[in-house]
């Protein structure tokens, strides 16, 4: 019963698409379980670099079932635009599956996110303005609209209705704006319901199954910890939560079933959007690891804050998500730097603290502390075995694991998915 799943372990951007590609190989299933639109995965492969935002990276196998859970909010129009973009390079999408349980964003979703966040001014969160996190607040609210109403037009009508009149109230009384047409979003939905039908089912019996045929399936996170409402930078953060206890809520296992937590973990740190970054370099360093890297989000191309690895966070990332390993990512981008700088805790008050603080306000305040590491100064990109790594290299990622207390299995040395240096098998 071999079920593993891939934890962004940072503020997100962490490489999870290459390493859930890299996977995909050797699983039967992939599910995505989490998150919606405004998290994106990019892939490098034979057929050439794609930029997932929806679609599991499991797709480009054609021996495996791609899932898109419960957990996972659906915009229908970027998945169709997904599906024809991925068609159109030869890709097969027809092992695409749909939870019924997932939930809709809705047009109505889209404008209140956009006039939400222009409503904070210079205190806005940052987010993707793709109605994510409105969408979520109706499935907590038990107003949301789910894949499994598309199967029954008449249904989707009795809950479009209510939906959007309690919508419009908020538009253009609250707002001031424009109320949304009726007749234009149930016709649209009813498009999107002839196209995407043979897609959504229960897609938890189909994984009950795949289990009791022992076979093996991989569970596919978005983001990362430090966004999680609970555990992360509140309320700098993401509307789902991307750590280990949901990718069982939103794939439909139980905890029991899955062998393997694998956490994602950048050489270094990034972070896309507003909110405390502790070791952000806003200096020549970061803007070099930025372009070394090419640092810029895969969904808003907005440029990523770039700064040193933090301990301080990866020790909660750890504790909270209890990784059964970790794989490294990005270590090639550290290649040309002559020093590397590690935050072993901060300092705040005058005091010095190693536990990462639920408070916002008071991370603003936090002012890392770093040990310092020499640089290997030679390209990693084409070693494949890790004892062939630079000893400085070693020496890094050797105290990178001393640091989260995981080992590492998978370290990345490039975007392709050969580029990789596999010391332990996860299937």
């Not at 492969?45 to 599991?56: A, H, S």
């Not at 092992?95 to 939400?116: C, F, K, N, Q, T």
């Not at 370099?281 to 040193?308: F, H, M, N, S």
Request: proline share 5%; charged share 25%; glycine share 10%.
């Amino acid at each position: 019963m071999p079920v593993a799943a891939v934890i962004g372990a940072q503020w997100g951007d962490e490489g999870k698409g290459k390493i859930v590609d890299m996977l995909a190989e050797k699983a039967r299933y992939v599910v995505r379980f989490s998150g919606g639109d405004n998290a994106g995965h990019t892939v490098v492969n034979p057929l050439g670099e794609f930029k997932l935002r929806l679609t599991p990276s499991g797709i480009f196998y054609p021996s495996t079932i791609s899932i898109i859970g419960n957990g996972v909010v659906l915009n229908p129009a970027v998945l169709l635009s997904e599906i024809e973009e991925l068609n159109s390079r030869k890709v097969d999408t027809s092992r695409l599956y749909i939870s019924d349980r997932a939930h809709l964003i809705m047009p109505y979703h889209i404008v209140i996110d956009g006039i939400e966040e222009d409503s904070l001014g210079d205190k806005a969160i940052g987010t993707t303005r793709k109605g994510i996190g409105p969408a979520y607040v109706d499935k907590v609210a038990r107003t949301g609209i789910r894949a499994g109403d598309l199967l029954d037009k008449e249904v989707l009508r009795e809950r479009l209705t209510p939906a959007l009149e309690h919508k419009n109230k908020i538009i253009t009384k609250v707002f001031g704006k424009k109320a949304l047409s009726f007749d234009e979003i149930y016709s649209q939905y009813c498009e999107y319901a002839d196209r995407l039908s043979p897609l959504i089912c229960d897609t938890t019996v189909m994984l009950a199954a795949a289990l009791d045929r022992n076979e093996s399936i991989l569970l596919e996170g978005a983001q990362g910890v430090l966004l999680d409402p609970d555990f992360g930078t509140y309320p700098y953060g993401t509307s789902s939560s991307p750590m280990a206890g949901n990718a069982c809520l939103g794939s439909g296992l139980g905890p029991n079933q899955i062998n393997h937590f694998l956490g994602v973990f950048k050489a270094f740190q990034t972070r896309v959007g507003a909110g405390p970054m502790p070791t952000e370099l806003k200096d020549e360093i970061g803007d070099a690891i930025r372009e070394y890297g090419q640092e810029y989000g895969t969904v808003t191309r907005r440029p990523r804050r770039c700064g040193w690895f933090d301990a301080v966070a990866a020790r909660l990332s750890k504790r909270v998500n209890g990784f059964t390993s970790v794989a490294i990512t990005r270590l090639d981008v550290l290649d040309k730097l002559a020093r590397i700088k590690i935050c072993t805790g901060y300092k705040v008050n005058g005091e010095t603290i190693e536990n990462f603080p639920a408070s916002s306000a008071i991370l603003e305040k936090c002012q890392p502390v770093y040990e310092e590491l020499p640089g290997w100064e030679k390209p990693t990109g084409n070693i494949r075995i890790y004892k062939e790594l630079p000893p400085k290299a070693q020496r890094y990622v050797k105290r990178l694991e001393e640091i989260i207390g995981c080992p590492s299995s998978l370290i990345s040395v490039g975007k392709r998915r050969e580029q990789t240096i596999v010391r332990k098998s996860i299937f």
